[in-house]
């Protein structure tokens, strides 16, 4: 069983660091596109060069979120049975709305082209991301309530961060602000789901370095 669980945090430690570092290596293929001034999801619109290896990623990459959480589960559950399953099910609509949906619903070519598939894209983006921005406080009451003082409070700064990251990446998008520092639609982006993730990464490491 350990072996399974193992199985799960390894998933988990996958999804997060390919949803940095996949972007980053396709945008080399996508002459024109900007890792700072464009969202992750630009890589898979209509004219995208790289459109079908980055849609097959998010949709793998939401299966991994999924694999991970009854690892996640497993470790939290009898800590705090609400609040475990409360992060699990935030992660799960993460997993499926701004990862599944999003390989099979992109994006349009500009922010003008609004299509069914782009209402959808948004709709479960938005919905994935605003719950997913409180996985990192979940993660930091569970740790308190273990006695992982650190932890917690490093969950904390993450979920703070998290929070600035994401009005930055939505304030990016308005027309007042655009030639600005604000105008980095892809930076902000990138550090909401770095501050997002790292909670996760370090209890991932920490539990797979603790099961024999």
């Not at 699990?88 to 949906?101: D, E, H, N, P």
């Amino acid at each position: 069983m350990n072996t399974l669980y193992r199985f799960g945090w390894y998933a988990l430690l996958a999804a997060m660091t390919g949803d940095i570092l996949v972007s980053w290596l396709l945008a080399f293929f996508y002459k024109g596109y900007s890792n700072l001034g464009m969202s992750i999801s630009a890589l898979g619109n209509p004219a995208s060069p790289v459109r079908l290896p980055f849609n097959i990623w998010m949709i793998v990459e939401g299966i991994l979120f999924l694999i991970a959480i009854p690892a996640f589960l497993k470790t939290y559950l009898f800590v705090s049975r609400p609040v475990s399953i409360t992060a699990a099910v935030f992660i799960a609509v993460f997993a499926v709305g701004a990862c599944i949906l999003t390989g099979f619903f992109s994006v349009g070519e500009t922010r003008e082209a609004v299509t069914l598939s782009s209402q959808i894209h948004g709709a479960g983006s938005a919905a994935g991301f605003m719950l997913f921005l409180f996985v990192p406080l979940l993660v930091s009451i569970l740790s308190f309530k273990r006695s992982e003082s650190l932890t917690g409070i490093f969950g904390i700064i993450c979920f703070v961060l998290g929070i600035v990251f994401f009005v930055l990446f939505v304030m990016s998008d308005k027309p007042e602000f655009a030639g600005t520092v604000i105008d980095n639609e892809g930076l902000w982006q990138r550090l909401n789901l770095i501050s997002m993730y790292l909670p996760l990464y370090v209890i991932a490491v920490r539990d797979i370095g603790g099961l024999h």
